[in-house]
């Protein structure tokens, strides 16, 4: 890519050329088509035909189609009036233990909440190293839980 002159942005006597200058925007014209090519200095319109304008209509109906049918895919739930994406809603986490029945807000309940439906101390209680009994559907009785 050729360098940069700028004896053509210079004037006659070597001064830099004023604004006044009716030739100044060719001056600058042709600097800039020296330094980056004639494609810098071109109407970005004059490439620009009847056939491009409707392939690229064509390409921004696909595009919206294809945002439509996305659109389109994603369920929505009724709230209060509104229609919200079901992704939004917050789902409701177990806090209550159903075999101790106590109330719970630490972390690692959540996570024997949802593998074994109890909590830590129920797991460690009645489920630890009896998963596979737990798993086939047992859980203690009422006296069992007082006593255990």
Excluded: H
């Amino acid at each position: 890519m050729p360098s940069f002159s700028w004896s053509l942005l210079l004037g006659c006597q070597g001064e830099p050329m004023s604004k006044k200058d009716p030739n100044y925007v060719v001056k600058l014209e042709k600097a800039i088509a020296e330094k980056y090519g004639k494609e810098a200095i071109q109407n970005p319109k004059s490439g620009w035909t009847p056939e491009k304008e409707k392939e690229y209509i064509e390409q921004l109906k696909k595009i919206q189609q294809k945002r439509n049918q996305k659109e389109e895919t994603i369920e929505k739930v009724e709230t209060n009036g509104f229609f919200i994406k079901k992704k939004l809603l917050i789902r409701e986490q177990k806090r209550n233990c159903p075999v101790c029945e106590e109330y719970s807000l630490e972390k690692r309940d959540d996570v024997y909440m949802t593998k074994f439906d109890c909590c830590f101390k129920c797991y460690v209680q009645y489920v630890e190293d009896r998963e596979e009994r737990w798993e086939t559907g047992w859980r203690p009785n009422t006296g069992d839980k007082d006593n255990g």
